[in-house]
């Protein structure tokens, strides 16, 4: 019963969590334990608003949380973009190109439409292209402009002539083969970045 629920079996999920092994072995870090504690949270708060239970046990003020952890930034080297892009089978060549050259995330970039490209006048009078992301589509739901590199402009240019699509990459089926040419590429799951300036 939800009412059985007490701050002591909170914590002693909480502590289950931390000594369970990820799917892939190692340690799960604390961003991965707060995610399930914020699921958990969430559910009995639904039984307190519906007045089963007076207070929810899984409040950060009666069970602390594992600290937040300091995210790891891996900027491609030039010489592991070429090995990455070279893994690629051609259909996902371009998405792994605008990966590498925008940063943007793999929803945002699969979920991308060619209204939301657009030339704009720079302040020396020429124009260059912009990714205008609305906000609805951001992890942050706060809309931001996304530069476009003259390689990842190229590559646009052929893409939409070889298409009558409205967006970019119509076939989600591509989403789940990225992972396994970063693989054959060498590179690990993590969302990959290249710096120009490396």
């Avoid at 931390?18 to 039984?47: F, T």
């Avoid at 996304?146 to 390689?151: A, M, Q, R, Y």
């Avoid at 799951?189 to 710096?195: A, L």
Wanted: glycine share 6%; charged share 30%; aromatic share 6%.
């Amino acid at each position: 019963m939800i009412e059985d629920i007490d701050v002591e079996k909170v914590e002693g999920f909480q502590n289950y969590l931390a000594a369970l092994p990820k799917r892939g072995g190692g340690k799960r870090g604390s961003l991965d334990i707060n995610h399930h504690m914020r699921v958990l949270h969430s559910i009995i708060e639904k039984a307190v608003l519906r007045d089963w239970i007076t207070k929810n046990p899984a409040d950060t003020d009666r069970v602390k949380r594992p600290p937040k952890g300091n995210g790891v930034t891996h900027y491609l080297q030039r010489e592991e973009v070429v090995r990455l892009l070279d893994a690629c089978l051609p259909h996902l060549r371009p998405i792994v190109l605008c990966a590498v050259e925008s940063g943007m995330r793999k929803s945002e970039i699969l979920g991308l439409r060619w209204s939301e490209v657009r030339d704009v006048t720079l302040e020396d009078g020429t124009s260059a292209p912009m990714i205008f992301l609305p906000k609805e589509r951001t992890k942050t739901r706060t809309a931001r402009t996304v530069p476009v590199s003259n390689k990842l402009n190229d590559e646009l240019k052929r893409l939409k002539e070889a298409q009558t699509s409205s967006q970019w990459f119509p076939s989600t089926a591509w989403y789940s083969a990225f992972h396994g040419h970063a693989r054959r590429s060498g590179k690990t799951r993590r969302s990959p970045t290249w710096s120009p300036d490396l």
